[in-house]
């Protein structure tokens, strides 16, 4: 049984089912070093189309990814210090956070990032989370495709649910943010009060009473990390005004130093 394996059995196990699995890639040579495997298996599950997976592959594979979560270290809110009304900051690894859900930027397509090892957080978190949030995913657009027709995608600033699987979180809300193409307008700033908004309502729809939001659409997306976190903080504020007692905790998710130093000004 699976949690009788050692997590480098349940590595080698899992390299080639996910190999076999993906059929294209069945005859390549697994490397033999174990961070090289753990990059072809993290490589092989970024590539993964949705589609069903046998039931002992899937329970070695949460076997797998609890022990990796373990190793990682899970933050709880206790561990992060309130600065005031319930809003934090803390700077780090999202899919370390036990909190009742974090916030993914995710794509039109809401599948997750397929570039193999990618470093984006759309990556980190199905990766870390398993191959049944992308099935899980694939399952709520295919109802909407049946709702809206075939080519439907979604829309910017409309937060999709799903739960967490093997992530410290419960749940993980994925909203696509707007894409600074030319140059910041007002419409793509009032896209961005509304991820943070409808992300707001959706917890509070849902009760969770606590959320991790990632600095959404800045990096790639290209919108300005100072306005971002202004237009971030002051939509957060007032929602929290206006809806007293709703949220407990409310963490903004940094990775860099200089995001970290623009919400400790803006915070403080």
């Known amino acids: 049984m699976s949690k009788q394996m050692t997590q480098t059995e349940r590595l080698d196990y899992l390299v080639e089912e996910f190999k076999e699995d993906s059929r294209e890639y069945s005859d390549c040579e697994t490397p033999e070093d174990i961070e090289g495997k753990k990059r072809f298996l993290r490589s092989l599950m970024n590539i993964r189309m949705p589609r069903k997976m046998p039931e002992n592959v899937i329970r070695i594979q949460d076997d797998y990814l609890k022990e990796k979560k373990k190793k990682k270290g899970i933050v709880t809110i206790s561990d992060i210090p309130e600065i005031r009304d319930g809003l934090s900051i803390w700077q780090g690894d999202i899919t370390r956070l036990f909190v009742d859900a974090i916030v993914n930027a995710a794509n039109s397509q809401m599948l997750g990032c397929f570039v193999p090892m990618h470093t984006c957080i759309d990556n980190c978190i199905h990766t870390f989370a398993g191959v049944q949030m992308r099935a899980e995913c694939n399952r709520q657009m295919n109802q909407l495709r049946i709702r809206y027709g075939s080519d439907y995608e979604q829309p910017t600033a409309s937060p999709i649910l799903t739960d967490g699987y093997n992530l410290p979180s419960k749940?993980?809300?994925?909203?696509?943010?707007?894409?600074?193409?030319?140059?910041?307008?007002?419409?793509?700033?009032?896209?961005?009060?509304?991820?943070?908004?409808?992300?707001?309502?959706?917890?509070?729809?849902?009760?969770?009473?606590?959320?991790?939001?990632?600095?959404?659409s800045t990096g790639v997306f290209h919108f300005p990390n100072q306005r971002a976190a202004e237009i971030a903080v002051k939509?957060?504020?007032?929602?929290?005004?206006?809806?007293?007692?709703?949220?407990e905790r409310v963490i903004f998710n940094v990775f860099k130093e200089e995001d970290k130093a623009i919400y400790e000004k803006l915070l403080s």
């Open 171 to 216: 749940k993980v809300i994925h909203i696509v943010g707007p894409i600074v193409r030319d140059q910041l307008t007002p419409a793509l700033e009032k896209d961005l009060e509304d991820c943070y908004r409808n992300t707001l309502d959706m917890c509070e729809d849902n009760d969770l009473k606590s959320v991790a939001f990632c600095c959404i």
């Open 235 to 247: 939509t957060v504020t007032d929602w929290i005004e206006g809806h007293p007692g709703e949220m």
